[in-house]
């Protein structure tokens, strides 16, 4: 069974650019998250999907991040226009019961220049 | 609110040691707890976790931890540290923050070395 996928592993950006993360779930995940990790930081909770509606989007940082889940099955993250301070890890997780087991792709690195 | 404290940032072990990770949590209503590894150039893994019932919780590769009410702390050991547990660890705590939802809380991470 697949494992949950972020693409691009690494996308390297300019100031001001717009930046579009994916996120493929596991399959039958209703549930899907998206976290940041900023360097020498903790993993801060972005947001929460429950098939295709937010759940929760209080982590978000402003209006500059856009997410979505189309038909609940893949997740996008939109950031723009990108700035510095959203150079990071974003990390995607998907689970099946709401207690259970996250399970997290690799991440998509994220630096803005 | 909640909030992790992981105490040391970087802990070095000798193969064959204890490996003891520290974990200190905050939390108004019963947590529960979990602790993540990241190795190298993959995603987190979940190691175990506390929800409810018995305080002292095995995981996966030889890991376990025990839930201490008293002291607010989910420490994390393994008897004999082997090469392949070098990684970065986290603790996180989650509670029901509204429907469905158990966001989880994350420490910073510790990076832990393991040498021959």
């Known amino acids: 069974e697949a494992g949950v996928t972020q693409f691009p592993s690494h996308s390297v950006i300019e100031k001001g650019q717009t930046v579009t993360l994916r996120c493929d779930p596991i399959?039958?995940?209703?549930?899907l998250y998206w976290y940041r990790r900023v360097m020498g930081k903790e993993i801060k909770f972005l947001l929460h999907?429950?098939?295709?509606?937010?759940?929760?989007e209080s982590g978000m940082p402003n209006n500059r991040f856009l997410a979505e889940r189309t038909g609940g099955t893949y997740s996008t993250l939109k950031v723009q226009p990108a700035e510095l301070e959203d150079s990071g890890v974003y990390f995607c997780?998907?689970?099946?019961?709401?207690?259970?087991?996250?399970?997290f792709g690799e991440g998509s690195r994220l630096t803005v220049l | 609110a909640q909030s992790v404290t992981q105490l040391g940032s970087h802990v070095s072990v000798s193969e064959g040691a204890l490996v003891l990770l520290r974990c200190n949590y905050s939390s108004s209503v019963p947590p529960y707890l979990f602790w993540y590894v990241q190795y190298p150039n993959q995603g987190l893994q979940l190691l175990l976790k506390y929800t409810t019932g018995a305080t002292l919780v095995k995981g996966i590769n030889g890991f376990e931890a025990e839930f201490k009410k008293s002291e607010t702390s989910f420490h994390l050991t393994k008897p004999s540290a082997h090469m392949s547990d070098a990684a970065e660890y986290f603790c996180?705590?989650?509670?029901?923050?509204?429907?469905?939802?158990?966001?989880?809380?994350f420490g910073k991470g510790t990076l832990l070395t393991v040498n021959p």
């Open positions: 996180a705590v989650s509670r029901r923050s509204g429907g469905s939802n158990y966001k989880l809380t």
């Open positions: 997780a998907s689970s099946q019961v709401a207690v259970g087991e996250l399970f």
């Open positions: 999907f429950v098939k295709e509606s937010k759940q929760d």
């Open positions: 399959s039958g995940h209703d549930n």
